[in-house]
């Protein structure tokens, strides 16, 4: 890297410096103001020289514009990054000799204004670009693409997205085919003449266009129940969107991909706000041209970076090439900060206050010297070769002219030499894959990959609010039937709070007690209920959970007994997670399982259920035994540890 000893006014002696050790071709240079010291890595094999210029001129007789400029240097400096890669030897950090890659040239901006010009000519000419300086996502096709998208899973009658969508990169249908689709809906007597997302797959006759349909259709169902990321990401994924895009773009697809993630990544922050609000303001942001960084690519190496100047501190490439420098300088603020003395200056009524002029002289002076500071930082961060602009039309406000470079004194880039090569990216092998080999590796990734079962065994309790018992029906009772007003989930939700709390000491084992915190428990589960169900009567549950906490067998095990205790585990068949009703634990292990039931007449079929439920919270334990008791009954049903 190219280092200076001392502030400068001027940058040439960084120019004088390279003359005079590396290339006697050039001029002689003039004697230089300030020392510079020997840069140490820029011996190279090529035949270019260290430091050499390009010459960007407009053919006008009017008034050039700044964008006139980027315009056609992005063109030559696209130009000239074709023909340097695979032809100039770089010397990499083990001393061997490879040729040029994308990823080891960088240009240089001092600020974002229009670098999707320079990042369109690469591309146009085969060229990855990744672009940390640009923020143009809200001008690449996949966002109006995602975007269309997007309005088409929120609103079915928006039929302008949908037509995008479908006649877009993502579906691509042409427009005969769509005037076909259309015409065959209406000469159908269904009454549908309209070709929109609402459509029939089945009416649709052309084979991608009705697969599309049926996967919008899905998406749509979704699109109210999960958040915009995982929508998004979904239907990413089910439109085989990354498939399509790595097919238009080729070696070049990284950052088309990179920014499917980088939408993705947006969308996370309207989990709450909704689909309708990201794409509100997803619309508004693309149809403003809105800055808005890019996804980062990964392979750098095989693309070309755009940086901006302050980013680039601290970095080196072996070849750097200033941009847009004819990006103009910024005019003077109304308000002047004097950082010498922390003071604010500005006119008042038309009048200038005396200290204005120094205080505008000094902020004017540095400005001057931040922008050589800047141009410093662009100059040195080159190892093997740096490009310069010569702009000789550029204005003189422009960041171009606030440095005198001596461009003029740098011999013109020659590449006359050197052929454009093919930029095919990576070469590729030979698909080796046949049907057997897929077969055997997808086994082998199944057999190492096993499903995730999981048992969760209180997902069925009946006697839980919003459970039901799947799948077991109740066609056989016992002799005796009990008859208990109000019975349901309600009664056994307040039962089993009722069985906790006496468990733990909140509630005194009292009929008093018990009877007032269940009235209790059920006015605040009845707060804002309407229906015509029976209310559970708090004396008969008062007494039931007083009765049940008193069941000899319980009045053994209550001294162990630790209520509501969530577990997890597994066994051979998969895993459990639940939460048990009470556990007897003696010193530090679990000895039983104990289960509460409010089921009033339960059939041999739900008591199955329950003992099946039992068992798995034994297994998870590691509990020998387990207890299923019917607290209106009083029945103690005992439940042993299968053994495997």
């Known amino acids: ?36 010291l020997a840069p140490t890595l820029l011996e190279t094999s090529h035949p270019l020289p260290c430091v050499a210029r390009f010459t960007v001129e407009v053919a006008t007789e009017g008034r050039i514009y ?49 670098l999707w010009r320079y990042e369109r000519a690469l591309e146009q000419r085969g060229l990855a670009v990744s672009s940390q300086a640009g923020q143009t996502l809200m001008r690449r096709q996949e966002t109006q693409d995602i975007l269309a998208l997007l309005r088409v ?9 949908f037509g995008a969508l479908m006649r877009g990169p993502l579906v691509g249908l042409s427009d005969q085919e769509l005037l076909d689709i259309t015409a065959t809906l209406a000469a159908r007597e269904e009454g549908q003449s309209f070709f929109t997302v609402r459509t029939d797959p089945e009416l649709v006759q052309h084979a991608l266009a009705s697969d599309v ?58 989990s709450v706000a909704g689909l309708r609000a990201f794409i509100r303001d997803l619309q ?34 072996p070849v750097v090439i200033p941009v847009n420098s004819t990006t103009e300088l910024y005019r003077p603020d109304q308000f002047v900060h004097r950082q010498s003395d922390n003071s604010l200056h500005w006119m008042l009524g038309g009048v200038a206050p005396p200290e204005l002029a120094a205080a505008r002289a000094a902020e004017s002076l540095e400005d001057a010297n931040q922008r050589e500071r800047i141009w410093y930082v662009a100059c040195t961060r080159a190892r093997d070769l740096l490009i310069l602009p010569h702009i000789p039309q550029a204005s003189k406000d422009s960041w171009f002219s606030s440095i005198d470079l001596r ?10 030499s050197f052929a ?52 077991v029906v109740s066609s056989e009772t016992y002799a005796e039937h ?51 169900e029976a209310r559970p009567d708090p004396k008969e549950m008062g007494a039931t959970a007083l009765r049940g906490v008193a069941l000899p067998q319980i009045a053994e095990l209550r001294p162990n007994l630790v209520p509501e205790i969530a577990i997890w585990s597994h066994d051979e068949v998969g895993l459990i997670a639940g939460r048990a009703d009470a556990l007897v634990i003696i010193e530090d292990s679990v000895d039983a399982a104990i289960d509460w039931k409010s089921d009033v007449n339960p059939s041999p079929a739900v008591r199955e259920a329950h003992a099946q439920q039992l068992r798995d919270y034994l297994s998870a334990t590691g509990a020998k035994r387990g207890a299923v008791v019917y607290l209106t009954s009083g029945e103690i049903a005992w439940v042993q540890r299968r053994t495997y």
């Open 1 to 36: 890297m190219l280092e200076i000893t001392a502030n400068f006014r001027s940058l040439s002696p960084i120019i004088d410096h390279v003359n005079v050790c590396f290339d006697p071709v050039f001029a002689k240079p003039s004697q230089p103001r300030y020392v510079a």
């Open 66 to 114: 700044a964008e006139m400029f980027r315009e056609a240097e992005a063109e030559r400096v696209a130009d000239i990054c074709a023909v340097l890669i695979g032809n100039v030897p770089i010397q990499r950090a083990d001393k061997t000799c490879t040729p040029l890659q994308a990823g080891d040239i960088a240009l240089l901006s001092p600020g974002h204004t229009e």
């Open 153 to 161: 899973l929120a609103d079915s009658s928006d039929t302008l997205a």
């Open 213 to 270: 349909l049926v996967e919008l259709q899905q998406l749509r169902r979704r699109a109210s129940i999960v958040t915009p990321s995982l929508i998004l990401a979904e239907a990413i994924e089910r439109l085989n969107v990354r498939v399509i895009m790595a097919a238009r773009h080729r070696n070049r697809s990284a950052r088309a991909l990179a920014n499917l993630d980088a939408l993705i990544e947006r969308a996370r922050g309207y």
């Open 284 to 317: 508004s942001d693309w149809e403003r041209k809105a800055r808005a960084q890019e996804g980062r690519i990964d392979a750098a190496e095989d693309a070309i970076e755009i940086v901006t100047i302050h980013s680039a501190k601290g970095l080196e490439w």
């Open 407 to 416: 461009q003029q004194d740098i011999p013109e880039l020659d590449l006359s």
């Open 420 to 471: 454009p090569r093919e930029t095919s990216g990576r070469a590729s092998r030979p698909n080796e894959q046949s049907s057997d080999i897929f077969a055997a590796e997808q086994q082998s990734v199944e057999e190492s990959t096993p499903p995730i079962v999981w048992r969760r065994p209180s997902e069925h309790d009946a006697d839980r609010l919003g459970d039901h018992l799947d799948g």
């Open 482 to 532: 009990l008859d208990v007003v109000g019975a349901g989930a309600r009664r056994g939700v307040i039962l089993h709070k009722l069985m906790e709390e006496f468990l733990t000491g909140e509630l005194a084992v009292e009929l008093g007690s018990s009877v007032s915190r269940a009235r209790d428990l059920l006015d605040q589960l009845m707060a804002d209920v309407v229906d015509d």
